[in-house]
Every structure is written in structure tokens, then in C-alpha cells.
């Protein structure tokens, strides 16, 4: 038992080793990673009980050990079935308070309102958002459209961590012939 354990916490040690710093930023890899854990904690229960039952006789111990790693298991995996719910229903993306994105946008010269704004999360680490920009007609000339997406896209970016985003720039008066269910 005790060199079963050994074996098992020498591979998963690399392992958690090898996944540690891509857990931060992928879904999947924390999941393998959450995985690898709670077999590095089940290899450190069956080596700490191997050796207490070597010696006392006291076989309890192995449900109790078996017992604690799942104790130790359940919040981790809460919490990976949160984000990856989060995820999958598209839910908008902590930390992204769209009145206050909404606040940023129309603070940019040229914008005059912002409409059907939708900010959701594609994958653990990516949140997308697209939007309605309503303009000065003058942004909708020459090069100036191209300069109000950068302007818009680096607002986001730098304020709410929004790496991808899609904008429909419009001019005033268009969007009244569609109806706004967003915010």
C-alpha cells in the first residue's frame, strides 16, 4: 500500500508540476489540473494510512483518510463546475458591470449612445462583448469609422480586460426602427 502510494505521488507531482501555470487560463487545463490534485491528496492519504495501519493496526483510518480527500475535493470541483456552467449558458463575465462599460463607451468623442449591449464568456478566460454605437455622422466618413472601432476596442480592452469585441457603428436615428431589449 505504502509503495503504491509513493509510485502515485511521484507521477502526480510531475504532473501538477507540468499543469500548474496553464490552469490559470484554461478551463479544461484546471479541470486535469483539479483532477491531478485530488489524486496527489489520495496518494499523501494512502501513504499517511499505510503507515499509521503498519503500525497501530488501526484500519479505520483508510475510510477516514478516503473520507477527508473527498472533503478537500468538493470545493475545487464547485467551483470548476461554476465556471464551466458560466461558460456553457454564455452568463456575462465577472467584473464586466455593463453600465459601467456602457459609461466608457459614450465618454469617447464622437459617440452619442450605446444599445443592445451584450458582454458574455466564450471560454474560461475570454470575454466577448458586441454593441450598438451610435455616432456622430461624421465618424461614418472617410477613415474616421476605422479610428472610432480602435478608440472603442482600447477602451475595453484597457478598462475591463475585453480582448474581442464587435461593434455595429450606426448613425443617430437608426436605431429607432429597432426595438431594444438589451441593456
Known amino acids: 500500500m505504502i509503495v503504491f502510494g509513493v509510485v502515485a505521488l ?32 489520495g496518494a499523501l492519504a494512502v501513504i499517511v494510512s499505510g503507515v499509521v495501519i503498519a503500525l497501530t493496526g488501526f484500519t479505520l483510518l483508510d475510510p477516514i483518510a478516503s473520507l477527508a480527500v473527498a472533503l478537500l475535493i468538493l ?3 464547485w467551483r470548476l463546475l461554476r465556471d464551466a456552467v458560466d461558460v456553457l449558458l454564455e452568463a456575462s463575465p465577472r467584473g464586466v458591470d455593463l453600465t459601467e462599460v456602457r459609461a466608457h463607451m459614450t465618454a469617447l468623442e464622437g459617440v452619442k449612445d450605446v444599445h443592445d449591449l451584450h ?56 436605431a429607432d426602427h429597432e426595438p431594444s431589449v438589451c441593456l
Open 10 to 41: 511521484a507521477g502526480n507531482g510531475a504532473s501538477l508540476l507540468l499543469l500548474r501555470h496553464g490552469q490559470a487560463q484554461s478551463l479544461n487545463v484546471r479541470g486535469a489540473f483539479l483532477e491531478v490534485a485530488s489524486d496527489t491528496f
Open 75 to 77: 470545493p475545487r470541483t
Open 119 to 174: 458582454a458574455w464568456t466564450i471560454t474560461s478566460g475570454l470575454p466577448v462583448l458586441s454593441a450598438h454605437v451610435v455616432v456622430d455622422p461624421a465618424v461614418l466618413t472617410g477613415n474616421r469609422s476605422a479610428a472610432m472601432l480602435d478608440a472603442l476596442q482600447f477602451c475595453l480592452r484597457g478598462h475591463f480586460d475585453v480582448v474581442h469585441s464587435t461593434f455595429q457603428l450606426e448613425p443617430a436615428g437608426h
